[in-house]
T-cell receptor
Framework: EAQVTQNPRYLITVTGKKLTVTCSQN?????MSWYRQDPGLGLRQIYY???????DKGDVPEGYKVSRKEKRNFPLILESPSPNQTSLYFC?????????FGEGSWLTVV | AQKITQTQPGMFVQEKEAVTLDCTYD???????LFWYKQPSSGEMIFLIY??????QNATEGRYSLNFQKARKSANLVISASQLGDSAMYFC????????????FGGGTRLMVKP
């Protein structure tokens, strides 16, 4: 079954404590992306990757890092989380016009 | 840069009636695709319908149709015969084919279906 898997699904953490949200896809897609969703703003792209070792900033990259060491994985790293990074995060992968979203990760930074 | 505007933050519709959710977009590119997604309260993103900029006919998928007016840069979603399970957030999104980003989203419309 085609899947994009994110972990953790739910997390409450404290300001400044580094965390990583993992994302894995089993479809051998080259293109992967991270979004955050905030009320009234829809989903905004944080970073994207067009292939292994190729990443680029999206619209809201500040405070985030990513890496793409292998095709299937695209982790999102918050080096020093702050409360304004409290959000719902989605990982996605794409082949053509077919886009697969993960189930979302609800992150709260207190 | 691309932009998607959804001007209806929230809407009510009576069960079994049709409803139109508005979406306008802005891009200078000629080659792009328009998408609609549904997000129920559980949070997952569910793909509904797609329209390519060169498609001459409006896309349809079951009870969903996309009213594509290219000159007006609008891509409204029409849901026929609303059901209680249609209550959700709906997002319009656009992909420009020669741009690096995947999708640009609008702010969403919350649809509530009344019994």
């Amino acid at each position: 079954e085609a899947q994009v898997t994110q972990n953790p699904r739910y997390l409450i953490t404290v300001t400044g404590k580094k965390l990583t949200v993992t994302c894995s896809q089993n479809m051998n897609h080259e293109y992967m992306s991270w979004y955050r969703q905030d009320p009234g703003l829809g989903l905004r792209q944080i970073y994207y990757s067009m292939n292994v070792e190729v990443t680029d900033k999206g619209d809201v990259p500040e405070g985030y890092k990513v890496s793409r060491k292998e095709k299937r994985n695209f982790p999102l790293i918050l080096e020093s989380p702050s409360p304004n990074q409290t959000s719902l995060y989605f990982c996605a992968s794409r082949a053509g016009n077919t886009i697969y979203f993960g189930e979302g990760s609800w992150l709260t930074v207190v | 840069a691309q932009k998607i505007t959804q001007t209806q933050p929230g809407m009510f519709v009576q069960e079994k009636e049709a409803v139109t959710l508005d979406c306008t977009y802005d891009t200078s590119d000629q080659s792009y695709g328009l998408f609609w997604y549904k997000q129920p309260s559980s949070g997952e993103m569910i793909f509904l319908i797609y329209q390519g900029s060169y498609d001459e006919q409006n896309a349809t998928e079951g009870r969903y149709s996309l009213n594509f007016q290219k000159a007006r840069k609008s891509a409204n979603l029409v849901i026929s015969a609303s059901q209680l399970g249609d209550s959700a957030m709906y997002f319009c999104a656009m992909r420009v084919y020669n741009a690096g980003n995947m999708l640009t989203f609008g702010g969403g419309t919350r649809l509530m279906v009344k019994p």
